[in-house]
C-alpha cells in the first residue's frame, strides 16, 4: 500500500476528525482491525463484532505505534497519540478505504467468485503468473467485506496482478464486494446448493454469484463456467469478454481424458495432446485449472508457462489433502461441504486407489434452509451405492444420511452414526484397519478436523505400540 495522509484517510472514508489532524507528515503505512497485527504507523479499525468491540482495544492500539484510528464512538479515556476518525459505520468506512486503495494500483485485480473451489482456483491463477509476474493473493479465505480489504491494504500498488477471494451466503453480499475492488477479471467457478438459508434457491444463487460483474471492469474478461446454461443467460448482461470453460466440448476451454492419482490430476486441453497436471486431487479441480489457465492468457502469460506453472501450485490445507496417518491415509476435506462439494468428495474417494479399504467419514452439510432433509437424503443415497466399505456419519442431520444409505442397500453394520466429531472421536479408532483410505467431508462447524487430529494421534500411538 502506498502511504496515506490522515486528510486522504478521512476523505476516502467521508470521516470527522475528533481533533485536528496533523500535517502530512503522519502517513497511514498499514491498515488493521487486529491488534495483534499493529506495526508503528498503521491505521486500526475499530469494529463492533459479535463477541468483540474493537473501541474497547484503541488503548492497545495506541500503545503498539497506531498513528490514527476510525471509530463510530469517541473512547471515554483520552489517547493524545492517537488521531481519530469518526465515521458511522468503521465496516463500511474500511470498505471505502479500501476502494480507494485499490484505485491507485496500476495492478490487474482478478475476483474469484463461485460456489466452490474459490481458493483452490485462486492458487491456481496465482501458479500461471508467478514465473513470469509478479502479485499476491488473499491470505486463506478472506472473502467477505471484512477479509477483502485486508486483502486489498497490503498489496504492493505497481505489482502486476492481485487476486481476490468474494464469498457470499446473503443476497446483496457479493455486488459491494466486487464495486469496491474493480476487478479487472472475475472468474464464476460454478453454481452449487450453497447458502440456501440466504440465497432460498439455485436461481437465487445464480444471481447472487453473476452480481461479481457488478463491479468488473466493461473492458475486462468475465470467465465463467459454461457448463451450467442458466449461469451464462445470468451474466449476459455483462458488456466485455467472455471466455466459458468447463467439462463440455462447446466451452472456449474444456477439459477431457482426465485421470487423478495420489500425485494429483492430469488432464487433456480441448482434446489436444498437450497433457496439464496439478498437483490436486480431484476431477473438479481440472475445471479450476481451465479458469486459471484463461486468465494466464488475458495477462499475457503462454499457455507453456501457465501449465508449466500448474505443476508447482500449492495446495490449500483440507481440501481434499492428502494425509498419511502411519498405515492408514486422510483425504482431509474438512474444511466445508454443500451438496455439490460433497458428491465431488465421494467421487474422489471412489477414483482413488485403495491398498485397504476406502471408508467415508462425512458430517451436516449447513445453511440449506427448507432443502436441508432432501439434500442429505441425496448424498445418502449416493453414499449408499458407491461400494464403500464403511460409512461414519458425523451430526444430527447426518443420521439422514445413514438412514437412506440403508434403505438404498448399504450394509447397516457398515453404517454407523455418532451425535458430534467429540462422540465419534471417542468411537472412530476401533472402527479402523490398517490400508485403509479415509475421507472426512463436512461443514465448517462439524469440526471433522478434530477427528483428523484423532485419527493422525490414535494411529501414531497404535503403531508404536505394535513396533
Same mark, same amino acid.
Given at each position: 500500500?502506498?502511504?496515506?495522509?490522515?486528510?486522504?484517510?478521512?476523505?476516502?472514508?467521508?470521516?470527522?476528525?475528533?481533533?485536528?489532524?496533523?500535517?502530512?507528515?503522519?502517513?497511514?503505512?498499514?491498515?488493521?482491525?487486529?491488534?495483534?497485527?499493529?506495526?508503528?504507523?498503521?491505521?486500526?479499525?475499530?469494529?463492533?463484532?459479535?463477541?468483540?468491540?474493537?473501541?474497547?482495544?484503541?488503548?492497545?492500539?495506541?500503545?503498539?505505534?497506531?498513528?490514527?484510528?476510525?471509530?463510530?464512538?469517541?473512547?471515554?479515556?483520552?489517547?493524545?497519540?492517537?488521531?481519530?476518525?469518526?465515521?458511522?459505520?468503521?465496516?463500511?468506512?474500511?470498505?471505502?478505504?479500501?476502494?480507494?486503495?485499490?484505485?491507485?494500483?496500476?495492478?490487474?485485480?482478478?475476483?474469484?467468485?463461485?460456489?466452490?473451489?474459490?481458493?483452490?482456483?485462486?492458487?491456481?491463477?496465482?501458479?500461471?503468473?508467478?514465473?513470469?509476474?509478479?502479485?499476491?493473493?488473499?491470505?486463506?479465505?478472506?472473502?467477505?467485506?471484512?477479509?477483502?480489504?485486508?486483502?486489498?491494504?497490503?498489496?504492493?500498488?505497481?505489482?502486476? #496482478?492481485?487476486?481476490?477471494?468474494?464469498?457470499?451466503?446473503?443476497?446483496?453480499?457479493?455486488?459491494?464486494?466486487?464495486?469496491?475492488?474493480?476487478?479487472?477479471?472475475?472468474?464464476?467457478?460454478?453454481?452449487?446448493?450453497?447458502?440456501?438459508?440466504?440465497?432460498?434457491?439455485?436461481?437465487?444463487?445464480?444471481?447472487?454469484?453473476?452480481?461479481?460483474?457488478?463491479?468488473?471492469?466493461?473492458?475486462?474478461?468475465?470467465?465463467?463456467?459454461?457448463?451450467?446454461?442458466?449461469?451464462?443467460?445470468?451474466?449476459?448482461?455483462?458488456?466485455?469478454?467472455?471466455?466459458?470453460?468447463?467439462?463440455?466440448?462447446?466451452?472456449?476451454?474444456?477439459?477431457?481424458?482426465?485421470?487423478?492419482?495420489?500425485?494429483?490430476?492430469?488432464?487433456?486441453?480441448?482434446?489436444?495432446?498437450?497433457?496439464?497436471?496439478?498437483?490436486?486431487?480431484?476431477?473438479?479441480?481440472?475445471?479450476?485449472?481451465?479458469?486459471?489457465?484463461?486468465?494466464?492468457?488475458?495477462?499475457?502469460?503462454?499457455?507453456?508457462?501457465?501449465?508449466?506453472?500448474?505443476?508447482?501450485?500449492?495446495?490449500?490445507?483440507?481440501?481434499?489433502?492428502?494425509?498419511?496417518?502411519?498405515?492408514?491415509?486422510?483425504?482431509?476435506?474438512? #474444511?466445508?461441504?454443500?451438496?455439490?462439494?460433497?458428491?465431488?468428495?465421494?467421487?474422489?474417494?471412489?477414483?482413488?486407489?485403495?491398498?485397504?479399504?476406502?471408508?467415508?467419514?462425512?458430517?451436516?452439510?449447513?445453511?440449506?434452509?427448507?432443502?436441508?432433509?432432501? #439434500?442429505?437424503?441425496?448424498?445418502?443415497?449416493?453414499?449408499?451405492?458407491?461400494?464403500?466399505?464403511?460409512?461414519?456419519?458425523?451430526?444430527?442431520?447426518?443420521?439422514?444420511?445413514?438412514?437412506?444409505?440403508?434403505?438404498?442397500?448399504?450394509?447397516?453394520?457398515?453404517?454407523?452414526?455418532?451425535?458430534?466429531?467429540?462422540?465419534?472421536?471417542?468411537?472412530?479408532?476401533?472402527?479402523?484397519?490398517?490400508?485403509?483410505?479415509?475421507?472426512?467431508?463436512?461443514?465448517?462447524?462439524?469440526?471433522?478436523?478434530?477427528?483428523?487430529?484423532?485419527?493422525?494421534?490414535?494411529?501414531?500411538?497404535?503403531?508404536?505400540?505394535?513396533?
Amino acid at each position: 500500500m502506498s502511504p496515506l495522509t490522515l486528510q486522504q484517510v478521512r476523505q476516502a472514508t467521508g470521516g470527522r476528525p475528533l481533533s485536528q489532524l496533523p500535517s502530512d507528515s503522519a502517513l497511514v503505512r498499514s491498515v488493521t482491525q487486529d491488534t495483534r497485527n499493529i506495526e508503528p504507523s498503521a491505521l486500526f479499525v475499530a469494529l463492533n463484532g459479535e463477541t468483540q468491540n474493537g473501541h474497547d482495544y484503541l488503548p492497545v492500539a495506541a500503545g503498539k505505534g497506531a498513528v490514527a484510528a476510525l471509530v463510530s464512538k469517541a473512547p471515554e479515556t483520552s489517547l493524545p497519540n492517537l488521531h481519530l476518525i469518526h465515521v458511522p459505520d468503521t465496516r463500511l468506512a474500511m470498505g471505502k478505504l479500501a476502494t480507494y486503495v485499490r484505485q491507485r494500483m496500476t495492478a490487474k485485480v482478478i475476483a474469484v467468485g463461485g460456489s466452490n473451489g474459490k481458493t483452490s482456483t485462486k492458487h491456481l491463477i496465482d501458479a500461471c503468473l508467478r514465473n513470469r509476474l509478479r502479485g499476491s493473493i488473499s491470505p486463506k479465505s478472506f472473502n467477505n467485506d471484512i477479509g477483502v480489504p485486508l486483502a486489498i491494504f497490503p498489496a504492493e500498488p505497481n505489482q502486476d #496482478y492481485l487476486v481476490l477471494e468474494m464469498g457470499t451466503n446473503h443476497h446483496g453480499e457479493l455486488k459491494p464486494l466486487s464495486d469496491m475492488a474493480q476487478p479487472d477479471i472475475a472468474v464464476i467457478t460454478n453454481i452449487g446448493a450453497e447458502h440456501l438459508e440466504g440465497l432460498d434457491d439455485m436461481m437465487g444463487v445464480r444471481q447472487e454469484e453473476a452480481s461479481i460483474i457488478s463491479g468488473l471492469n466493461p473492458r475486462g474478461l468475465l470467465v465463467v463456467n459454461g457448463d451450467d446454461r442458466e449461469l451464462l443467460s445470468a451474466v449476459q448482461s455483462y458488456p466485455g469478454k467472455q471466455v466459458t470453460f468447463g467439462f463440455e466440448h462447446h466451452n472456449d476451454l474444456f477439459a477431457n481424458d482426465i485421470r487423478c492419482d495420489e500425485q494429483g490430476t492430469t488432464f487433456c486441453l480441448n482434446s489436444s495432446k498437450r497433457e496439464v497436471f496439478i498437483p490436486m486431487i480431484g476431477k473438479h479441480n481440472a475445471c479450476n485449472a481451465l479458469a486459471a489457465i484463461a486468465v494466464a492468457r488475458r495477462l499475457g502469460v503462454s499457455e507453456e508457462d501457465a501449465i508449466a506453472g500448474l505443476a508447482q501450485s500449492s495446495k490449500p490445507e483440507w481440501r481434499l489433502q492428502l494425509m498419511k496417518a502411519e498405515d492408514v491415509t486422510l483425504l482431509n476435506d474438512a #474444511y466445508n461441504a454443500n451438496p455439490s462439494s460433497m458428491k465431488v468428495a465421494l467421487e474422489t474417494l471412489q477414483s482413488l486407489p485403495a491398498i485397504g479399504r476406502r471408508v467415508a467419514i462425512i458430517g451436516d452439510m449447513k445453511e440449506l434452509g427448507k432443502a436441508t432433509e432432501r #439434500y442429505h437424503q441425496e448424498i445418502g443415497q449416493i453414499a449408499g451405492k458407491a461400494g464403500f466399505d464403511l460409512l461414519i456419519c458425523v451430526g444430527p442431520e447426518s443420521q439422514i444420511v445413514a438412514s437412506e444409505a440403508r434403505r438404498v442397500g448399504m450394509d447397516a453394520q457398515c453404517v454407523l452414526h455418532f451425535d458430534d466429531a467429540s462422540d465419534a472421536s471417542q468411537h472412530v479408532l476401533h472402527h479402523l484397519r490398517a490400508g485403509d483410505l479415509i475421507l472426512l467431508k463436512a461443514s465448517r462447524s462439524v469440526f471433522l478436523e478434530r477427528l483428523a487430529q484423532t485419527i493422525v494421534e490414535g494411529r501414531s500411538k497404535f503403531f508404536r505400540k505394535a513396533v
